[in-house]
């Protein structure tokens, strides 16, 4: 609807009828996954419309005072991300973008503070590839600034899990302790709870849902692709473990049979598994940490969810 519309409406948490919290993005992956259409310089990315290819500059500037008109909670720095594996040229120049238009977006809120705007927290985002030098050099740029929180960027995007893992593990050490740490991008159920051990306060991802809507989803032995004909006479529900609506009323039979007449339903029906089931691994994880059995936890969950891949009823 375009940032003014939300506005006029009384920001997002009025627009959708949601009362929890909102963080927003500041288009960091847009920027790198609409690579035919941009071009990035010092002052920020020029960028050329999917719908009618006229050109825009989106500037540090710009994403804050967009995320601050949408009324979010929680906003993110304008980052560069790139993907990996990249030239060292290509790390260090993202890198330095990150840091300058970090910079130039916390001046712009502090600008819109006295303005009586800008009262959402703000976070940095570290960037630097798999290079550590590099991602420690990001944090130390960032450290200038007493950000609300520091998100972990530039990861899970090719490098590989156990990689992916190893620079939250060395980023988490260099961290605030009493800052929340945000992994962007990450929603697989092992890389939450690996990530958790490692440090890792906050996360989001598109994953679940985006597998739900294909028919696949994950449940607490593993994957479940409920598109499979196997499961055309299955009576039990997607996760027999599970206290979800989906779960509560549904089948496996009849949402597999949704799937293959294309209904809309399926989707939606599986997509309100995957949320709830991500919901429910955060929490458990959550008090897990809090009540001292974090170890005992991971240990346990990885046990169980790599039992066995749910590819057929048994």
């Not at 790139?82 to 790390?91: G, K, L, N």
């Not at 890792?200 to 994957?223: E, H, K, Q, W, Y």
């Not at 055309?232 to 007449?261: E, G, K, Q, V």
């Amino acid at each position: 609807p375009g940032v003014e519309t939300v506005r006029r409406m009384g920001g997002l948490h009025r627009f959708m009828g949601w009362n929890g919290s909102v963080l927003t993005d500041s288009g960091g992956f847009q920027v790198m996954s609409l690579a035919e259409l941009r071009k990035v310089s010092d002052q920020g990315v020029e960028f050329r419309s999917h719908l009618d290819g006229s050109r825009h500059l989106l500037t540090p500037e710009d994403a804050i005072r967009i995320q601050d008109g949408l009324g979010t909670d929680i906003a993110m720095s304008f980052d560069e991300l790139i993907e990996s594996p990249a030239p060292i040229e290509a790390v260090r120049g993202a890198v330095d973008r990150t840091i300058a238009w970090a910079e130039r977006g916390w001046q712009e809120r502090e600008r819109l503070k006295g303005e009586g705007r800008g009262t959402m927290a703000l976070f940095g985002i570290v960037q630097g590839g798999v290079d550590d030098a590099e991602r420690a050099r990001c944090l130390e740029g960032l450290s200038r600034r007493p950000y609300d929180g520091l998100a972990l960027g530039g990861l899970w995007v090719g490098e590989g899990r156990s990689l992916g893992l190893d620079m939250v593990e060395r980023d988490c050490t260099r961290f605030p302790a009493e800052r929340p740490r945000y992994l962007m991008g990450v929603g697989h159920p092992v890389d939450l709870v690996e990530s958790v051990a490692r440090g890792v306060d906050m996360f989001d991802c598109v994953l679940p849902t985006r597998n739900a809507r294909r028919g696949t989803v994950f449940i607490s032995t593993g994957r479940l692709v409920v598109k499979n004909a196997a499961y055309a006479d299955d009576p039990r529900p997607l996760d027999p473990d599970c206290d979800c609506y989906t779960c509560s009323r549904f089948s496996r039979a009849y949402i597999r049979h949704l799937f293959a007449a294309g209904e809309i339903l399926g989707m939606r029906l599986a997509s309100v598994h995957a949320v709830h089931h991500m919901v429910r691994l955060a929490r458990a994880a959550r008090a897990a940490v809090q009540q001292g059995r974090y170890t005992a936890f991971l240990a346990a969950f990885l046990e169980r969810f790599r039992s066995r891949e749910t590819l057929a009823a048994s």
